[in-house]
């Protein structure tokens, strides 16, 4: 049992998962990297030297809503 509530209907017990990353060359999950979006000359992110976080999602078994947190970096 977790701590996290949901913020939307308040119910406990949030059911922990992932979110997926599967376009080409990515490695199967998403990240959260600092700093606002800055695009590169292909359209691409700017993401050399930016610390990257793991996300936590979970998701709230009552209304469905998800609730995401960075726990890490990676």
Do not use: V
């Not at 209907?9 to 080409?24: I, K, N, Q, R, V």
């Not at 998403?30 to 993401?47: Q, V």
């Amino acid at each position: 049992m977790n701590a996290i509530r949901c913020t939307q209907c308040g119910a406990s017990d949030l059911e922990p998962g992932f979110l997926e990353d599967s376009g080409e060359g990515s490695p199967g999950y998403t990240r959260w990297i600092a700093g606002a979006l800055e695009r590169g000359l292909l359209g691409g992110a700017k993401r050399m030297g930016r610390p990257r976080w793991q996300i936590d999602a979970y998701r709230c078994p009552q209304c469905a809503h998800l609730e995401m947190f960075t726990s890490r970096p990676i």
